[in-house]
């Protein structure tokens, strides 16, 4: 069946940074948009970034020039590399694949 695994989230600092992984399985994940979400506690999900299956990337306003989408089809795996975190980056991070899938979610906290 389809699953979507992230890992990566954890606890920094403002200014740090975090590299998000979404392990795939159980579909073609090379020919499938993928996406990054989050939600903070109160508030409703929020897309932040896409991959396309050709590799076009597009942000949210509030991360552009700060977080990187990448995929590596090889290892049926999508990345989100967030630098220059602020407290307001503090959510659950979800991945999700073009048909709705959705993986369980990784906690990233940005806090002094």
């Known amino acids: 069946q389809v699953q979507l695994v992230e890992s990566g989230g954890g606890l920094v600092q403002p200014g740090g940074s975090l590299r998000l992984s979404c392990v795939a399985s159980?579909?073609?994940?090379?020919?499938?948009?993928m996406g990054w979400y989050r939600q903070a506690t109160g508030k409703e999900r929020e897309w932040v970034a896409g991959?396309?299956?050709?590799?076009?990337?597009n942000y949210a306003d509030s991360v552009k020039g700060r977080f990187t989408i990448s995929r590596d089809n090889a290892k049926n795996t999508m990345y989100l590399q967030m630098n220059n975190l602020k407290p307001e980056d503090t959510a659950v991070y979800y991945c999700?694949?073009?048909?709705?899938?959705w993986g369980q979610g990784t906690q990233v906290t940005v806090s002094s």
């Open positions: 159980g579909f073609a994940f090379s020919i499938n948009g």
């Open positions: 991959i396309s299956r050709g590799g076009n990337t």
């Open positions: 999700k694949n073009e048909v709705g899938y």
